[in-house]
């Protein structure tokens, strides 16, 4: 079965349809992992983009269910140049062809991404629609823009967990808790690894639960990026501020930002990869990270702070990557804090965890 892919600046990219058939809309972001399809699929902070995928050959280890990031897929559609015929991995449980369908995903094959790439790259990222219904381009056009005048942004209430959970721990550890925007199972499990007992938080809880709830640290959750529910985060974290030590992780880090008074940038494309360098601005070492953002700290409306101190900017572009603050008990990181291997700990969470056991 044809399909079209048709991005809001009027060009077009025709494919095969792959996954579930249907029509889907949504903002188009590059990701330029080589590997971690499916962990970027059920990535919550993903949820309503069109994924296109710059590596040419997608599907061939497979699935398994211990990947995924999140219990199901959050992704609108997906776009890739080529679907491997076979699965060659052996962790793999299923195959990616059925992966996509069983999760309900509109994917598009035999595109182009290469120059889609490019058009992306030259133009910033914009609205698309993948269809498989057969649609014409001028029609597939009218219902983008009817989209952009309608479109809202409220995925974190529906991802967020429903009420105060807590997750089986050690019972010595110390009480962590998360406040839920979309939580990857990686963060949850380095938290575990560092001996945490951790309690996941619905997004909308006020700051007067958390404090009552005896937690030694609280984490703010990578998620999706300026979403409706961040308002009225922003100020139950800005009253947590020096508290009691946070972490912030992306769209976390995001409202960290913001709850200190400052403003975010849109970038032309955003970071969404796992090759990102970064270093300190005290030294020249550097690390590569994993990054999933289109927003980033605008410097100039934090730069009055004089009790936080950025820590690591990104090489390229020297965007902020990394904050945090003595007085005001954070540490907050744009870039995704992954773990470096089997059970080993990103040392985002280690320093937050010493911050823990700091007396206040």
């Known amino acids: 079965m044809s399909a079209l892919?048709?991005?809001?600046?009027?060009?077009?990219?025709?494919?095969?349809?792959?996954?579930?058939?249907?029509?889907?809309?949504?903002?188009?972001?590059?990701?330029?992992?080589?590997?971690?399809?499916?962990?970027?699929?059920?990535?919550?902070?993903?949820?309503?983009?069109?994924?296109?995928?710059?590596?040419?050959?997608?599907?061939?280890?497979?699935?398994?269910?211990?990947?995924?990031?999140?219990?199901?897929c959050r992704i609108e559609a997906l776009v890739i140049k080529e679907k491997s015929r076979m699965a060659s991995n052996w962790q793999a449980?299923?195959?990616?062809?059925?992966?996509?369908?069983?999760?309900?995903?509109?994917?598009?094959?035999?595109?182009?991404?290469?120059?889609?790439?490019?058009?992306?790259?030259d133009n910033g990222e914009m609205l698309g629609i993948v269809s498989s219904k057969g649609g014409r381009k001028a029609d597939l056009l009218k219902r983008l823009q009817t989209y952009e005048k309608e479109r809202t942004s409220d995925y974190i209430k529906r991802i967020s967990v429903k009420k105060v959970t807590e997750l089986e721990g050690n019972g010595s550890g110390p009480k962590i808790g998360v406040l839920d925007l979309g939580i990857l199972k990686d963060f949850i499990k380095q938290l575990q690894c560092l001996g945490c007992n951790v309690t996941l938080l619905p997004y909308n809880t006020d700051d007067e639960t958390i404090l009552g709830l005896n937690f030694d640290g609280v984490v703010v959750s990578s998620g999706p990026e300026e979403d409706q529910a961040s308002s009225e985060i922003v100020p139950v974290v800005q009253r947590l501020l020096g508290k009691i030590p946070l972490l912030g992780i992306?769209?976390?880090?995001?409202?960290?930002?913001?709850?200190?008074?400052?403003?975010?940038?849109?970038?032309?494309?955003?970071?969404?990869?796992?090759?990102?360098?970064?270093?300190?601005?005290?030294?020249?070492?550097?690390?590569?990270?994993?990054?999933?953002?289109?927003?980033?700290?605008?410097?100039?409306?934090?730069?009055?702070?004089?009790?936080?101190?950025?820590?690591?900017?990104?090489?390229?572009?020297?965007?902020?990557?990394?904050?945090?603050?003595?007085?005001?008990?954070?540490?907050?990181?744009?870039?995704?804090?992954?773990?470096?291997?089997?059970?080993?700990?990103?040392?985002?969470?280690?320093r937050f965890v010493a911050m823990t056991q700091k007396t206040g």
Do not use: W
Not at 43 to 56: C, E, Q, S
Not at 108 to 120: F, G, P, Y
Not at 268 to 274: A, K, P, S
């Open 93 to 121: 449980e299923d195959t990616f062809d059925r992966f996509l369908k069983s999760q309900g995903v509109v994917a598009i094959s035999e595109v182009d991404t290469r120059t889609l790439a490019v058009r992306i790259r």
């Open 250 to 350: 992306s769209a976390g880090h995001e409202i960290i930002c913001r709850a200190l008074g400052g403003k975010l940038k849109r970038m032309t494309v955003g970071h969404h990869g796992v090759n990102y360098p970064v270093r300190s601005p005290d030294s020249y070492k550097g690390n590569i990270t994993v990054q999933n953002h289109s927003y980033i700290v605008d410097e100039d409306s934090i730069k009055n702070r004089d009790d936080v101190r950025v820590t690591l900017r990104n090489v390229n572009d020297n965007s902020i990557e990394e904050m945090e603050s003595e007085p005001l008990r954070f540490v907050s990181t744009q870039y995704y804090p992954a773990s470096p291997g089997f059970d080993e700990v990103h040392g985002a969470f280690k």
């Open 5 to 72: 892919f048709v991005l809001e600046d009027g060009s077009s990219f025709e494919g095969i349809s792959i996954g579930s058939a249907g029509e889907r809309v949504g903002e188009v972001m590059l990701h330029t992992a080589v590997v971690g399809y499916q962990e970027i699929m059920t990535d919550p902070a993903n949820a309503g983009k069109i994924v296109v995928l710059t590596y040419p050959l997608i599907g061939n280890y497979g699935v398994a269910e211990k990947f995924n990031e999140s219990p199901k």
